[in-house]
Nanobody, 121 residues
């Protein structure tokens, strides 16, 4: 079993910043990519950012230049820092990790429970 736990959501003013973290725990042999997705009411879940085990990153166009993803491999943790937040950034943010639970096994996707970020004045 693998669990992902996010933290750091809350109410943010427009133009403000956020800091989310996600820690994976359980039967982990290795983690490939870790990423963030978000879902707004009435919309499908969308990609936000991803960081691979080697450190390369990719961002959605809507957050590029405003959000930064990072990770601490020793702690199986990923972080999402966001600046210049907009109303459109309001969503439930979900952490995702590609985890292998045993040597020689492939990677499976795991998801956190989500953390709400609300941008409002």
């Amino acid at each position: 079993q693998v669990q992902l736990v996010e933290s750091g959501g809350g109410l943010v003013q427009p133009g403000g910043s956020l800091r989310l973290s996600c820690t994976a725990s359980g039967s982990i042999f290795s983690i490939n990519a870790m990423g963030w997705y978000r879902q707004s009411p009435g919309k499908q879940r969308e990609f936000v950012a991803v960081i691979r085990s080697g450190g390369s990153t990719m961002y959605a166009e809507s957050v590029k230049g405003r959000f930064t993803i990072s990770r601490d491999n020793a702690k199986n943790t990923t972080f999402l820092l966001g600046n210049s937040l907009k109303f459109a950034d309001t969503a439930v943010y979900y952490c995702n990790a590609q985890v292998s639970t045993r040597r020689g096994w492939g990677f499976d996707d795991y998801w956190g429970q989500g953390t709400q970020v609300t941008v409002s004045s």
